[in-house]
């Protein structure tokens, strides 16, 4: 039986785990506007047809940092109800002893149409520790509302069949991150705030990106320079919404993450740039260090 039919849900309405919440936020903004403007996603270099990113993923506590899985974004040119799209995929996998605890097996995938950018339609397939679950969003459009029909469904039963509204630029969870990729940095303006929402589950919550200057990423003998920016994620389910994420973007053309982490409870979990092929620009947020003789 439905819990939900055809409902119009206000702005934050709906209720996660914080945990949850955090997880899924940190794992899929890895993946990829302005929303003062009419049209959401802005036309820019974001998409690629052929882009493929892997990413680390890692687990920490106090002096201890476990890797726990890794994931893989990739950019295709598809065609979606007759029309040429955008097609982003993202997988996500836990490895090691991580995976022997909590097991996830995640794919992600949207459609935005290639001219005047807008998203049309999400899918979120999860199966987690034996548990399987699938996230529908079709997003349609009227004015300056963005209405989203949210199916979710396990092996057993419906479990939601609603209606989201919001503003004029809320993406999926995955398309989240090709907001802070389409940045021009030339535009960019220190400890400014930039506002989207995100259509999850149930609910759509209202994301705030603030931007803090350039900074420096080491890792294994190599450094990037990137923009770094702070993420406040404003649902009831954080009692510490402020500073709930930190990304680090390559300060190239490319605009790929290097850096991403979320502050948990206990610890944290960090992801960063592996391996990236198909990139439009070359990587020149990459600086080799020296190894020392």
């Known amino acids: 039986m439905k819990e939900e039919v055809n409902r119009r849900v206000p ?3 709906g209720s996660h785990s914080k945990m949850g919440l955090c997880l899924l936020l940190f794992l899929c903004l890895l993946s990829f506007t302005s929303p003062s403007k009419a049209q959401c996603l802005q036309d820019s270099d974001i998409f690629h047809d052929g882009e493929k990113v892997e990413f680390d993923l890692y687990f920490k506590w106090g002096l201890l940092m476990t890797k726990g899985g890794g994931a893989t974004m990739t950019v295709t040119s598809s065609e979606y109800e007759n029309q040429p799209v955008w097609k982003s995929e993202l997988l996500l996998y836990s490895s090691g002893m991580i995976d022997k605890f909590f097991s996830i097996r995640d794919t992600i995938v949207n459609y935005t149409t290639q001219e005047k950018p807008r998203l049309l339609f999400s899918t979120k397939r999860s199966d987690e520790g034996g548990y399987y679950q699938i996230d529908n969003l079709t997003y349609s459009y ?72 350039q900074q420096i990423v080491e890792r294994e003998n190599v450094k990037y320079a990137t923009r770094y920016f702070i993420v406040d994620i404003y649902d009831d389910a954080f009692t510490q919404s402020k500073e709930a994420l930190e990304i680090w973007i390559g300060d190239d053309d ?15 979990m960090e992801a960063y740039y592996k391996d990236a092929s198909g990139l439009r620009y070359p990587l020149n947020s990459r600086i080799v260090v020296p190894r020392k003789k």
């Open 142 to 213: 009227k004015d300056a509302e963005t209405h989203v029909h949210a199916f979710r469904r396990n092996k057993n039963r419906i479990k939601a069949d609603t209606v989201l509204v919001g503003g004029n630029c809320v993406l999926d969870i995955l398309g989240s991150l090709m907001y802070a990729r389409s940045f021009d940095w030339h535009e960019m303006e220190q400890s400014k705030h930039y506002h989207l929402q995100v259509a999850m589950g149930k609910s759509v919550i209202p994301i705030s990106y603030h931007y803090e200057g």
């Open 254 to 268: 490319n605009h790929l993450p290097i850096k991403v982490r979320a502050k948990l409870k206990l610890g944290a």
């Open 11 to 13: 702005i934050g309405a």
